[in-house]
């Protein structure tokens, strides 16, 4: 190693050091928990907005479905949703993850032409879909005075057999 290429390795080194060290939060607000900003950042707590908005919970709703048959052919296979939120401006994401991982179906509902309980179905083909263990995951956002805020649901599961 060259003394040129190892003193760029350093100035580059240092360069970085103090580009992280110096960076200042896009947020001013006191972060909520211990843990959070760039050490909860290196070690996977909380997220880029210091986890105010956005959290993982059953708080806010949650989904549901009954295990089955997966049935040849394509069909409506049943779930359930509830949203919790006393806003009645919100919207609701749910997606349908198969066992390899690859969501196979979704859906979207919103406040103004859907109830905050209902029961809804996803559809989807057993020929492109493996039976076994399935996820529902959700996403709601609803507004109110304070902005728009985030909640992921607690995934939910249920089996799907072959006959």
Not at 87 to 100: A, G
Not at 127 to 148: C, H, M, Q, V
């Amino acid at each position: 190693m060259t003394p040129v290429t190892r003193s760029g390795i350093v100035l580059g080194c240092a360069a970085l050091a103090a580009g992280v060290l110096t960076a200042v939060p896009v947020q001013a607000d006191p972060p909520p928990d211990p843990v959070s900003g760039l050490v909860g950042q290196v070690l996977g707590h909380g997220q880029k907005d210091g986890g105010r908005h956005q959290r993982t919970t059953n708080e806010r709703g949650h989904t549901g479905a009954r295990d089955g048959v997966l049935r040849r052919g394509c069909h409506d296979y049943p779930y359930r949703y509830v949203v919790a939120v006393r806003s009645n401006d919100w919207t609701l994401e749910t997606f349908l993850d198969d066992r390899t991982g690859d969501t196979v179906a979704s859906g979207a509902f919103a406040a103004d032409s859907d109830p905050k309980k209902a029961r809804r179905t996803f559809r989807f083909c057993r020929y492109s879909t493996y039976a076994g263990k399935f996820k529902i995951r959700a996403k709601l956002t609803w507004y109110n005075d304070a902005g728009e805020h985030v909640a992921w649901f607690e995934p939910t599961y249920f089996r799907l057999r072959r006959p």
